[in-house]
């Protein structure tokens, strides 16, 4: 693993252990064995540490159009896949709107990725619909289930921190249940 990679792999335990307002580039360094100089060689600043951890989890999450779940069985294996990713990104999602309020950028960029997530989601339940596993006809409808799914996945973690639940591996697996109960009244016999 190159020095560049370990400063991220570093960052990213240390913002999910303790956060990223109490997790400097001084603490990410020390962790490091490394001086602030050191690491400042390679990374700007906090944001831009941030930023590429964004940038890391978004190339672990992405499916091309071709792969994209067909059916409920493939939704909910690739979903497993998905909560590992948030749980191994965790600061991402307690911390997402304050890390935009710090960093324009990383919003923006943001932005782009969900609006295109979004359009890959629609695309999954358009698949199910072709398969037969779920009907639904009215196209306000499919957007509200789509929203519905994005909601979830996005909010998840800070929904369980505002109901003053623990956040870990196995809590994060439960945002699937809210996928699963958001399609249930569209589900097919096929699936139901």
Request: glycine fraction near 2%; proline fraction near 2%; charged fraction near 30%.
């Amino acid at each position: 693993m190159s020095r560049k990679e370990a400063i991220l792999e570093t960052a990213r335990e240390l913002f999910n252990e303790t956060g990223t307002q109490s997790s400097s580039t001084n603490h990410i360094a020390k962790a490091m064995g490394i001086s602030p100089g050191n690491l400042h060689y390679h990374y700007k600043n906090r944001e831009e540490i941030v930023r590429l951890l964004y940038i890391k989890m978004r190339k672990e999450t992405k499916l091309s159009v071709d792969e994209l779940p067909k059916s409920i069985a493939t939704l909910h294996e690739h979903e497993k896949i998905l909560t590992e990713i948030q749980w191994k990104y965790r600061f991402f999602f307690k911390e997402m709107l304050s890390l935009f309020a710090r960093d324009s950028e990383l919003e923006d960029l943001y932005i782009k990725d969900n609006i295109a997530h979004r359009r890959r989601i629609r695309q999954v339940m358009n698949n199910l619909i072709i398969n037969e596993e779920l009907t639904i006809t009215d196209e306000e409808d499919i957007d509200f289930l789509v929203d519905s799914i994005s909601i979830s996945w996005q909010f998840y973690s800070s929904f369980l921190h505002t109901i003053g639940q623990e956040l870990n591996a196995n809590s994060v697996q439960k945002v699937i249940k809210y996928t699963t109960a958001a399609m249930k009244p569209y589900l097919t016999k096929k699936e139901n």
